[in-house]
């Protein structure tokens, strides 16, 4: 491109350069047939207060690092072939890493280094997202596979078990979708419930009472308190206060209880009261295990199940790596 300025061309070239580079965590240095550096552009803050025309590597650069570089640009002499290195310079508290490409000249070399730091970090966590999305991946089949296994085992018949496994199914896929939500955080508990309960039955909403803390539940307490919430709420719809018209009441409570400075657990307790006892007991056994055994046992808490007269209740104690404040 033609350019009118009356400035020399080299120094308009120079200055479109360091314009290009600025920001973009590109140094282009020039290193002399003397061994010193003449020419610098966009220097990384590690070396901004430095000298550096006039400066050999070995005034500049750590020891080892320093050698490694010399290393690069005499093989670069030597060959008349472009060599690579990459080195890493302190930077306040963190290290930062740069990738040095070194090209033959007809004074010396040219240097081009690329600040790969944030790219690094970016591959690093790609790398860690994958590895925690395969790990849950696998924990959630093994789950689905438990529960596809268990309803098969105490169902009557296909159609018994394709409606009990796909309200089980979905109830899963309940959960993750707000897991997913939070970036695998979790979800807090009253989400939670009342997403599974509006799943089974729109109307339960209005014959519950939700109470008491609102903790933040990791990604594998909330799974496997969201299965066993849709185990009791499909029991109380189907077979327990909330059946056939029934006038019974439902109430779902979470409390933390600090029972030392260092264990707090969570207390949820589902209480049912107007249940038919007769009918409630004989409603399917998976549900039980699910409460009474699976659950518990997954996020490393203690469960009790009870009907007693026309009153269901389930407590699940739950510890204090499973939930947050």
């Known amino acids: 491109m033609a350019s009118t300025s009356s400035e020399p061309p080299e120094a308009l070239r120079l200055r479109a350069l360091s314009?290009?580079?600025?920001?973009?965590?590109?140094?282009?240095?020039?290193?002399?047939?003397?061994?010193?550096?003449?020419?610098?552009?966009?220097?990384?803050?590690a070396w901004a207060d430095c000298p550096i025309i006039g400066s050999t590597e070995r005034d500049l650069l750590p020891e080892a690092v320093a050698m490694s570089f010399a290393a690069a640009v005499a093989d670069c002499r030597s060959t008349g072939e472009v060599q690579t290195n990459s080195f890493e310079l302190p930077d306040g508290s963190r290290r930062r890493q740069f990738e040095g490409r070194f090209v033959p000249d007809a004074d010396g070399v040219i240097i081009v280094l690329n600040d790969i730091t944030d790219e690094r970090s970016r591959e690093a966590a790609i790398a860690a997202l994958l590895r925690e999305v395969s790990h849950r991946s696998k924990n959630l089949l093994a789950i689905v596979q438990s529960v596809a296994m268990q309803t098969a085992h105490h169902s009557g018949g296909i159609k018994d078990f394709l409606d009990k496994f796909r309200?089980?199914?979905?109830?899963?896929?309940?959960?993750?979708?707000?897991?997913?939500?939070?970036?695998?955080?979790?979800?807090?508990?009253?989400?939670?419930?009342?997403?599974q309960l509006t799943r089974v039955s729109s109307g339960m909403l209005k014959e519950m009472r939700l109470t008491g803390?609102?903790?933040?539940?990791?990604?594998?307490?909330?799974?496997?308190?969201?299965?066993?919430?849709?185990?009791?709420?499909?029991?109380?719809?189907?077979h327990g206060a909330l059946s056939d018209g029934r006038m019974g009441h439902v109430w779902i409570d979470a409390q933390i209880h600090q029972e030392d400075e260092q264990d707090p657990s969570l207390l949820i307790e589902w209480q049912e009261t107007g249940i038919d006892t007769e009918k409630t007991r004989q409603a399917p056994r998976f549900g039980t295990m699910v409460l009474e055994r699976i659950v518990p046992l997954s996020v490393g808490g203690t469960a009790s199940f009870a009907i007693d007269e026309d009153r269901l209740s389930y407590r699940l104690r739950v510890p204090a790596d499973q939930f947050g404040a």
């Open 213 to 238: 803390d609102n903790p933040l539940l990791g990604p594998n307490a909330a799974l496997h308190i969201g299965l066993a919430i849709h185990e009791l709420a499909a029991n109380a719809v189907f």
């Open 167 to 195: 309200g089980r199914l979905h109830a899963l896929s309940s959960t993750q979708d707000l897991v997913t939500e939070s970036n695998w955080q979790g979800t807090h508990f009253q989400s939670l419930v009342t997403s």
């Open 19 to 45: 314009a290009g580079l600025s920001g973009q965590g590109i140094t282009i240095l020039h290193h002399n047939s003397q061994g010193r550096f003449d020419l610098a552009e966009n220097l990384p803050a």
